[in-house]
């Protein structure tokens, strides 16, 4: 059983162009979020999402940054016109979903964009 | 003010000790799940170690356990017969179950070194 899988792992920008992130959750996971992670830093939220709705997004800055997770593939990160600001570990993690119950995120490998 | 707190400095323990690793939450909702999750230096964020706010016993896997204090609001993490492999970056997360708030909010982190 597969994690969940997160591409690329490293990806390199330069100032004004577009960085797309993907994440495909475990299997039988239906909720996918999204965490940015600074140097020395805590992971912080982004937005959360099931297939094809975005159920919370309060994380994610107001301009530049999009996430959708499709009925179908994987749930994208997109970011347009990068800064050198926006350059982080970006981590993907996914749950099942059980009613009442506080599930596990468990984490993808993460993906480090430089923002040259 | 800060959801999840984690003060201590890097930590140090030598190769076979136990290290209890400090965390400290502040929340109103009665129901929220409490989160360790380790990070080495490869990148990746391994979950360890999870707490529900209703369980009567404290948490145990394996070498970790979660020292579960509700009413002082601490959730400190045991490491049993460090090795060295335990060098890493320890997050405390946790989970509120506010609406549709899934998100996990992290602390800070702390180092760990383990000493042969």
């Known amino acids: 059983n597969a994690g969940v899988m997160q591409n690329p792992r490293h990806l390199v920008r330069r100032r004004g162009q577009e960085a797309r992130l993907r994440c495909s959750p475990m299997?039988?996971?239906?909720?996918v979020y999204w965490y940015r992670q600074l140097p020395e830093e805590g992971l912080k939220f982004m937005v959360y999402?099931?297939?094809?709705?975005?159920?919370?997004e309060s994380g994610m800055p107001k301009e530049r940054f999009s996430a959708e997770f499709p009925k179908e593939g994987p749930s994208i990160l997109r970011i347009q016109q990068v800064v050198r600001g926006d350059s982080a570990a970006y981590f993907c993690?996914?749950?099942?979903?059980?009613?009442?119950?506080?599930?596990?995120?468990?984490f993808g490998p993460g993906t480090r964009l430089l923002v040259l | 003010a800060q959801k999840i707190t984690q003060t201590q400095p890097g930590m140090f323990v030598q190769e076979k000790e136990a290290v209890t690793l400090d965390c400290t939450y502040d929340t109103s909702d009665p129901s929220y799940g409490l989160f360790w999750y380790k990070q080495p230096s490869s990148g990746e964020m391994i979950f360890l170690i999870y707490q529900g706010s209703y369980d009567q016993q404290n948490a145990t896997e394996g070498r970790y356990s979660l020292n579960f204090q509700k009413a002082r609001k601490s959730a400190n993490l045991v490491i049993s017969a460090s090795q060295l492999g335990d060098s890493a970056m320890y997050f405390c997360a946790m989970r509120e179950t506010t609406g549709a708030n899934s998100k996990l909010t992290f602390g800070k982190g702390i180092t760990l070194s383990v000493r042969p």
């Open positions: 999402l099931q297939k094809e709705n975005i159920i919370d």
């Open positions: 299997k039988g996971h239906s909720h």
């Open positions: 993690a996914s749950s099942p979903f059980r009613r009442g119950a506080l599930e596990t995120q468990y």
